[in-house]
């Protein structure tokens, strides 16, 4: 078992625990792939610390590739004699055959919106040139690829609605590639731009090129190599990559990340730069003098150059720029800041902090549409542009606001909703007549009304009350008998909101219970929640979460041997933490493209910008806290861990574009997993 969580970064997908299990399926042996111990030992200030299968760091040597593939081998093979399975596809695939729509968004005089059939691998973007028209496909990215795996991660539409720059990415990596679209033929032009990561693209109003950021051409190694360096480029139609206007770089923070957008009057070019993951960051601001014909070189003003909170660029009257922000105000403000007299002492508040979150701003039809987190769950409300309040708009039940789109001018705007048995609907708000309707409604195979979904506190072990929520089916005995899967994540101020699943549905039809706790770390009640779950008060984050089953099992819903944890990224860390600081709690594990080398996750690829979150074990003030809950380092032999299946991937971003038929599969092998190491009844089917 030692072996198999050890190598969780190492590409493919692997098993751990089956032959140790806490669950009540029978017990099975499996003859794990051999793994050569090196004798490699690290010196972290003064604490000598073995890493005996370093080797495994490099995946493109011939002993890892062995290794891997032996390892996927056995997995599959497991999987596959798992006689629920093909019954837990069959329905996985039902459910998921319905048509998705994304929210549409306007660009002169032309509608865009995002579609799934239902089974497509990836969802086609539309134009519409009204919304009765007949819609027509502008991009189709299944044709990009025969597997389905190249997806669109990046889309803007230029300012006269006439060209479409758009990245793509391959097999759920963050690298992206550009290309420009022309909107009414639906050709591509000669622009192609690589070696992008964590960007958007932003157009000048002329249309004559974007604004985009780009790291520099990484070795051989893409896949391992620090990114660092990030620059911001100009690009200029027609003309090729080498030739792009660079805008701004800082050569002495190489850490340093940065994008711009182009304010909507087209005078100024915004500039975000961050550090890592923390939210704090600068904004500095170019003057692009004329709209018709901008300047993209000249002088980058340093408005805000400290990281001394978050600023988020909302829009502009001219010179005075609006920001939301958490500069002392935990739960965010809208401030006002004239560029012309930029002093702390003339900044004007627009909205105040309130006692909810206010997660995300838009200006529309000359309004503040304000979307708010309460207690985790949404509520969308509209203020004038001096603050005003103007009204809540209802939301159909506890849920989440998603996209929201429409421009200043506009006098509509539509907005997605969702929550665990809602599915995703997208909503269109008339700003003249003030009525509210239903734009895009789905139809799926599944009666919710047999179900309920309820929000409980529960105390964690130093006395904080944390939120969580239980959706089941109506009538639930609290006899402990039922089988519980509990998802956390609990980092980088992400905030876990109710939202709609297939793969729940199908978990729930068989009696399941689904619980989603909203841990610290998370942005759930602001900078504050976060700043409780990050560096040396990650414990928190992990005491939630544990503090959570405890519940769960005390009230009744469920036992250890019936509860599985599941997390991804972030989460997938806290599944390793949970599983090797409680095994007994648990009956089975799904950590996914977990953090699982607390002491080494810095030295590859986009890791360095965790540290913002996480610490350093450079750091000699860090490292104590890293090594106590690192879950490579604290696996203890002969120790009984739950059934645990790890799932990773050799280019793994953030599953961004993952095609649905992977995701099906993906999901029926997660399922039949938990239906046999929790002994679900009845897990072949409904």
């Not at 500039?271 to 003057?287: I, M, P, Q, S």
């Not at 609990?490 to 068989?510: C, H, K, R």
């Not at 599985?564 to 933490?577: E, F, T």
């Not at 450079?618 to 604290?634: E, I, T, V």
């Amino acid at each position: 078992m030692t072996t198999s969580l050890l190598c969780s970064l190492a590409g493919g997908f692997l098993l751990t625990g089956m032959f140790t299990s806490a669950a009540p399926a029978p017990a099975q042996t499996l003859q794990y792939p051999a793994a050569r111990k090196s004798d490699v030992v690290d010196d972290y200030h003064g604490t000598r610390v073995p890493d005996p299968y370093r080797w495994l760091e490099d995946p493109d040597s011939p002993e890892s590739r062995a290794w891997i593939e032996a390892q996927n081998r056995l997995t599959a093979a497991y999987l596959a004699e798992i006689p629920a399975r093909a019954a837990i596809r069959e329905r996985l695939t039902k459910l998921w055959n319905y048509p998705k729509y994304g929210t549409p968004f306007r660009k002169a005089r032309r509608y865009f919106f995002f579609k799934n059939d239902g089974l497509q691998n990836q969802s086609v973007l539309y134009k519409q040139a009204s919304l009765t028209a007949d819609p027509e496909t502008l991009l189709d990215p299944n044709v990009l690829s025969e597997d389905g795996t190249v997806a669109l991660s990046t889309l803007a539409v230029s300012e006269d609605g006439r060209l479409l720059a758009y990245g793509t990415s391959a097999s759920g990596s963050d690298w992206e590639e550009f290309r420009v679209r022309d909107v009414a033929e639906g050709r591509d032009l000669s622009d192609h731009l690589k070696w992008i990561k964590f960007s958007g693209a932003s157009w000048t109003n002329d249309g004559a090129g974007f604004f985009y950021s780009r790291y520099p051409e990484p070795g051989d190694k893409a896949l391992t190599d620090v990114n660092r360096f990030q620059r911001l480029y100009y690009h200029r139609l027609g003309t090729e990559q080498t030739e792009d206007v660079l805008v701004y770089e800082r050569p002495d923070q190489p850490d340093w990340g940065m994008n711009a957008e182009v304010t909507d009057d087209g005078r100024y070019a915004v500039l975000h730069v961050w550090l890592g993951t923390d939210r704090r960051n600068r904004v500095y601001y170019l003057d692009l003098k004329d709209a018709r014909r901008p300047k993209v070189t000249g002088e980058v003003v340093r408005l805000l150059d400290d990281f001394d909170a978050s600023y988020a660029f909302v829009g502009n009257d001219g010179p005075v720029f609006y920001f939301l922000t958490d500069l002392q105000a935990p739960r965010k403000r809208v401030i006002a800041i004239d560029t012309r007299h930029p002093e702390r002492a003339r900044w004007r508040e627009i909205i105040p902090q309130g006692p909810d979150v206010l997660d995300g701003i838009h200006i529309i039809h000359d309004t503040f549409v304000a979307n708010y987190m309460h207690d985790a769950s949404s509520r969308l409300r509209l203020f004038t542009l001096e603050g005003r309040l103007v009204k809540d708009l209802p939301l159909p039940t506890l849920g989440s606001i998603g996209a929201i789109s429409g421009e200043r001018k506009d006098d509509e705007m539509f907005y997605a909703f969702t929550s665990f048995l809602y599915p995703t609907t997208i909503f269109r708000y008339d700003f003249k007549s003030g009525g509210t309707s239903v734009f895009k409604a789905p139809t799926i195979d599944f009666d919710p009304s047999g179900y309920e979904t309820k929000q409980v506190f529960y105390t964690s072990k130093d006395g904080t009350r944390v939120p969580m929520f239980i959706t089941h089916k109506k009538g639930l005995r609290l006899d402990g008998s039922n089988p519980t899967y509990l998802y956390g994540y609990g980092g980088f101020n992400i905030s876990l909101t109710p939202s709609f699943s297939v793969a729940m549905l199908v978990w729930l039809e068989q009696g399941g219970v689904y619980a989603v706790p909203n841990l610290r770390g998370g942005g759930e009640y602001g900078e504050e929640w976060h700043q409780a779950g990050m560096h040396d008060k990650k414990q928190n984050v992990f005491d939630d979460f544990i503090a959570a089953a405890e519940y769960l099992i005390a009230q009744g819903y469920t036992s250890p041997s019936k509860l599985a944890i599941a997390g991804g990224s972030n989460g997938g860390l806290l599944v390793g933490a949970a599983i090797t600081q409680r095994p007994e709690l648990f009956g089975a594990a799904l950590p996914a493209v977990g953090v699982m080398d607390m002491l080494r996750f810095h030295k590859f690829t986009i890791g360095w910008a965790w540290v913002t979150d996480y610490g350093s074990a450079d750091s000699a003030a860090q490292f104590p806290y890293l090594y106590k809950y690192s879950p490579l380092h604290n696996i203890r032999p002969g120790t009984r861990y739950p059934a645990t299946l790890v799932t990773t991937a050799e280019k793994a971003g953030h599953g961004a574009g993952k095609p649905t038929s992977k995701l099906i599969e993906e999901q029926a092998d997660r399922m039949a997993f938990l239906v046999k190491n929790l002994a679900v009844e009845g897990g072949e089917g409904r």
